[in-house]
């Protein structure tokens, strides 16, 4: 029997971490021009992800407007999320959400997507650990021990994960998914691994929204560490304390 | 006793060999040739190991983020898949076909193609992304510098 | 004392195979149904993104939760030394077995990929409650099977107390992790209550009940075993007690839901607006899963005749399905809240309430499940004596038979 839970590293391992970081210090006292950011930009490809950076994204509503669908469209091109016509049943990584407010009128528009919650609900009902956070915070399926229950979907406050309903072809290389699973944002693993931004951020960014600002929450140096010092932001569903690592701004 | 087993034996050797002889009866697996001159460790050790080192591989990729090339299943696409002669890339879990061949032969089944791409990204037919995709663009730089956040 | 003596069915009438090939057909037509569902894969069922759980669900966690309810009869004789449900001990403990695993096959058939159950069984999650509740069925599967074995070999009578308290603990706490799986979903507003497992508890011992007298009686009578009133006038009491309390517990519920603003919404859905959902609620579950039963059982004329409890038994599972339905269904259908106070919509159907029709594969699956449950204990009635030869008025409250005679026949 295998504990599925990835957060329990052999204690090797644990050591090889602390050593690291000893290092990390020896250099910051050393060199005080270093910063450990360098030192995590440089994690090696062979380099498991490590639990003091804490990916997060910061959605400024303001800048988002009604009908823009460029971080949509990003995210269904990179995963390869086409339609099968079936809206239902087709699948939704990130979706633009319209807003107005019952008392003032006032109207706001933004994307909502797995909000990679720290104490998150789907990983905790997932029976096999399928779903699990890993150390950096990205929460996601290991679709190989899913086994399509579906109990993460119905826990999700945020309706963020999307479940195969059938057989599909010519998957992405980068992002194989298959009937019988479920799936959500992963904050794009495949490119934040080789230090690439989500699709959907760099399109924001590219069409000069800039409404998008995806960084290292575990890092107060980081743009997004800067940014949610700076502007009032708050978290959906902030009731249920999940500590989400998506903020929203401007709502 | 002990002669009547060695007899059964040799006719068990006898039957296997004879069975080999006749490639018409049941004909061996013969993967196409791959691109490249080696393959990512000595061929007999993927030829008997390969399915470990997927397994390995998927896991240390999908909890720890590691993500060498090495054992990577996508890279496997890279030089076991071929093209027809139009010059698409043709499914490489198709019949004949490279990850395909062997498994029928020896009654494997397996999932995995379910999931994963069996023809690599092909850059004719695939989005203006594929430029980004390869990591050789400027905005791709950029982004680098803006996601690790080493801003002053 | 004349001692019990118990009988396998003879097996060999018409009826019974008649019973058996339509049983049978029906489990096949169910599997039938799964495997078209996971060739084509769910959207040919009425499921989506949105109604994740449907029709195979409630079949599935009604015959869960019936399961636990069933055994019920059996605990009162072993663990509360009554005698008078002595001689039906045995068809309670087939029967809760023959209850779970129909119910659990559904569930199991109903996943994305019923092949990896294998892997269910290899990694767990244990701050998952569905990971417990494997342990939960698949224990309570052991614990019954072991109980059985006591009431029917003699030499181990002796340690059927014991085991009916262990099965009888062992049921509360599988229906509170049944009931759970609900009630500890915080982010929809129609499940986040710690009343969710009392209520399940309550709900098994009324669906328990009510199958349990609808298969007595039919079984006594299609093999002409003389059944007296006596048993059943104490079981029709049991269940009316029961659906008064799963009716009190429904109303409590609701009312605790009213008290907290934030589930004005979903509440008013249920019982107002939302259309199918409220009709169900209404009509099947609390009055003609509810109240006609209870008029039927508390009347003392006419309960007194044998059609009428079994109807009421039967209204009681109709509305426990309805009940079932309306909280899994019902309580998807209602949009989550996102953002309290303001009007949400998008392509992903924030904002709306989700459509679902139930589809012939899933209904065929639900009731193959059904078919399943009651096809094991038929076989397992002609296989073993789990079935008193009779229960007269005067019913035999003693020890069960240990002679000779008896065991050749029954054993």
Not at chain 1, 245 to 251: F, L, M
Not at chain 2, 18 to 37: C, E, N, Q, V
Not at chain 3, 142 to 148: E, N, Q
Request: charged share 15%; proline share 5%; net charge positive.
């Amino acid at each position: 029997m295998k504990s599925a839970t990835p957060n329990t590293r052999p204690d090797g391992e644990r050591r090889k971490f602390l050593e690291r970081a000893g290092a990390a210090a020896m250099l910051l006292s050393l060199a005080p021009g270093v910063r450990l950011v360098e030192l995590v930009l440089a994690r090696a490809e062979d380099q498991p992800v490590s639990a003091q950076m804490r990916w997060g994204l910061l959605v400024d509503a303001t800048k988002c407007s009604e009908g823009c669908t460029d971080c949509v469209d990003a995210c269904n091109d990179e995963h390869g999320l086409t339609g099968l016509g079936r809206p239902e049943t087709d699948a939704q990584y990130i979706r633009k959400v319209g807003l107005r407010d019952k008392t003032t009128g006032k109207t706001h528009s933004l994307p909502v997507l797995c909000q990679h919650c720290e104490t998150a609900p789907c990983v905790d009902v997932c029976p096999t650990g399928a779903s699990f956070r890993r150390a950096d915070g990205i929460v996601l399926v290991d679709k190989h021990i899913c086994i399509g229950c579906r109990y993460c979907m119905m826990a999700c406050p945020f309706k963020a994960r999307s479940f195969i309903h059938e057989d599909l072809t010519d998957q992405v290389p980068e992002s194989p998914r298959g009937k019988g699973t479920v799936e959500g944002c992963n904050f794009c693993v495949h490119r934040v691994d080789r230090d690439r931004e989500p699709a959907c951020v760099e399109a924001c960014t590219e069409a000069r929204h800039g409404a998008l600002v995806f960084g290292d929450m575990g890092n107060a140096n980081s743009a997004l560490s800067q940014k949610l010092r700076e502007l009032t932001n708050r978290q959906i569903r902030s009731d249920l304390g999940l500590n989400t690592g998506v903020r929203y701004h401007g709502i | 006793m002990r002669r009547r087993l060695a007899a059964v034996g040799l006719a068990f050797i006898m039957g296997a060999g004879w069975s080999i002889s006749t490639p018409a009866d049941i004909p061996l697996p013969a993967p196409p040739k791959a691109k490249g001159d080696r393959c990512v460790e000595p061929t007999d050790l993927m030829r008997r190991n390969h399915m470990e080192f997927l397994l390995h591989q998927r896991d240390e990729t999908v909890h720890r983020g590691i993500r060498t090339k090495k054992h990577s299943l996508v890279e496997c696409l890279t030089c076991h898949t071929q093209t027809d002669a139009a010059g698409h890339y043709i499914p490489i879990n198709a019949p004949g076909q490279f990850c395909q061949d062997c498994h029928a032969y020896s009654g494997v089944k397996m999932d995995c193609f379910e999931c994963h791409a069996t023809k690599p990204r092909n850059s004719a037919s695939v989005h203006s992304k594929s430029a980004a995709m390869s990591g050789t663009s400027p905005a791709h730089l950029s982004n680098l510098a803006r996601v690790v956040g080493n801003r002053p | 004392m004349v001692p019990i003596r118990y009988q396998t069915l003879a097996g060999k009438s018409a009826g019974y195979w008649l019973l058996f090939i339509a049983l049978a057909a029906v489990t096949a037509i169910g599997y039938a149904a799964a495997h078209y569902m996971e060739v084509n894969g769910h959207y040919v069922t009425g499921m989506t993104n949105q109604i994740v759980w449907g029709t195979p669900h409630v079949f599935a966690v009604f015959l869960i939760v019936a399961a636990s309810g069933i055994l019920n009869v059996a605990s009162i004789s072993s663990a509360f030394g009554k005698p008078e449900y002595k001689p039906l001990a045995r068809l309670s403990g087939l029967l809760s077995i023959a209850l779970l695993v129909g119910g659990l096959i559904v569930l199991v058939l109903d996943l994305g990929r019923p092949e990896r159950l294998v892997v269910a069984m290899t990694y767990y999650n244990f701050k998952s409650i569905f990971a417990w509740n494997i342990f939960l069925y698949v224990g309570f599967l052991l614990v019954v099977a072991v109980y059985l074995w006591m009431m029917f070999e003699p030499r181990m009578n002796k340690y059927s107390k014991p085991a009916g308290i262990v099965a009888f603990i062992w049921r509360f706490v599988l229906t509170t992790g049944t009931g759970s799986i609900f009630g500890f979903l915080v982010a929809r507003q129609a499940y986040d209550a710690a009343i969710m497992a009392p209520m399940f508890i309550v709900m098994s011992l009324s669906f328990g009940t009510a199958i349990f007298l609808v298969v007595l009686v039919a079984t006594f009578q299609w093999t002409s075993r003389p059944l007296g009133d006596d048993i059943l006038r104490r079981l029709k009491n049991l269940l009316a007690i029961f659906v008064a309390a799963v009716l009190y517990l429904t109303v409590a519920f609701h009312l605790t839901n009213l008290y907290a603003t934030e589930h004005h919404g979903v509440e008013r859905f249920l019982l107002l607006d939302g259309g199918v959902y409220t009709a169900v609620f209404w009509l099947i579950q609390v009055v003609l899963g509810g109240l006609v039963p209870l008029l039927i059982l508390f009347s003392p004329t006419v309960s007194r005749s044998r059609a009428a409890i079994v109807l009421a038994a039967s209204l009681v599972i109709v509305g426990g399905l309805a009940q079932v339905y309306v909280i899994i269904i019902g309580g998807q259908a209602y949009p989550l809240v996102l953002f309290p106070g303001m009007e949400e919509t998008s392509t992903f159907f924030d904002g709306v309430v989700h459509a679902y029709v139930p589809s012939l594969p899933e209904l065929l699956l639900g009731v193959g499940g059904i078919a399943l449950s009651l096809l094991i204990a038929v076989i397992a009635m002609r296989v073993l004596p789990f079935l008193p030869e009779q229960l007269p008025d005067s019913a035999p409250h003693g020890e069960d038979a240990p002679t000779a005679a008896a065991a050749s026949t029954a054993r």
